[in-house]
């Protein structure tokens, strides 16, 4: 019986979201980029390193990207999931948030939906929450053990190493999906900006700037609970855990000042 021949394939990529570095057995420290490509596909891709996100040449949220995949099949249990060649990435530059809302609003769907699919079926989507409930803070039970990981390092140019820095804690939204959803959902964030300002007010708190983690946590919660809600549009893209299924908000999408309606 002939094996079946998987063919290298093109694709460019509007990236929506990138979540906060992972430690990885296989790839070191990776991200996760997802976004939708220019036929209106949701895709989740991988390994993108570190590094590539280090520099201010790296490519960002809201930009298109052109890459090759490994195979035009997907690369996990995930349909949306590709194995990317990495050293293929190329920086399209920025769409206009106009192009980006206009692909956005195709793909909109509750989580009743979502769950409702097989997630080998399905297993990224894009919310727009219609009503936010709380935002809660919980401690991180695996911190310890991940710390540990994470003493691996990542090269960047070769030249100096970096440390991921591992979150003691975890956010979660609560939050009503549509107009007709009856149920209370609570979602964990993993959004790169939201551990990344997590990051800095700890800081803060470390030189003595900030009072105590509580201090931390308002300020935290003050942006991505009160702030950006509040921007004329406002996405949570989501998605399953590898292993557990699970779905997690893997970004927040909204304007910025220097987005081109």
Same mark, same amino acid.
Request: glycine share 4%.
């Given at each position: ?39 209106? !596909? ?24 052109e890459y090759e995949? !490994? ?134 708190? !470390?030189?003595?700037?900030?009072k105590d983690e ?9 942006k991505f609970f ?36």
């Amino acid at each position: 019986m002939e094996s079946k021949q998987f063919m290298k394939m093109k694709e460019k990529l509007l990236v929506l979201t990138k979540t906060y570095p992972i430690v990885s057995k296989k790839y070191e420290h990776l991200v996760c980029v997802a976004g939708i490509t220019d036929k209106g !596909e949701l895709r989740r891709i991988y390994p993108v390193p570190f590094e590539v996100f280090w520099n201010e040449k790296s490519f960002k949220k809201k930009n298109w990207i052109e890459y090759e995949t !490994e195979s035009d099949e997907p690369s996990d249990h995930r349909p949306e999931s590709r194995k990317i060649i990495t050293k293929t990435i190329k920086d399209l530059g920025p769409a206009s948030f106009k192009e980006l809302k206009e692909l956005i609003e195709q793909k909109i769907i509750s989580l009743e939906e979502l769950y409702a699919k097989n997630p080998r079926e399905v297993s990224l989507g894009i919310i727009k929450p219609n009503k936010l409930i709380d935002f809660v803070e919980e401690a991180n039970e695996n911190y310890k053990k991940i710390k540990e990981k994470g003493k691996q390092t990542t090269l960047i140019d070769g030249e100096s190493a970096v440390k991921i820095w591992i979150p003691k804690n975890l956010f979660s939204y609560k939050f009503n999906c549509s107009e007709s959803c009856p149920i209370q959902h609570k979602i964990m964030c993993e959004d790169w900006e939201l551990i990344a300002l997590y990051r800095n007010c700890d800081k803060y708190r !470390e030189q003595g700037k900030y009072k105590d983690e509580k201090v931390v946590f308002e300020k935290v919660k003050d942006k991505f609970f009160n702030v950006l809600p509040n921007k004329r549009d406002f996405y949570f893209v989501v998605g399953t855990h590898y292993r557990f299924k699970t779905y997690i908000v893997v970004g927040v999408i909204y304007p910025k000042k220097a987005d081109k309606y």
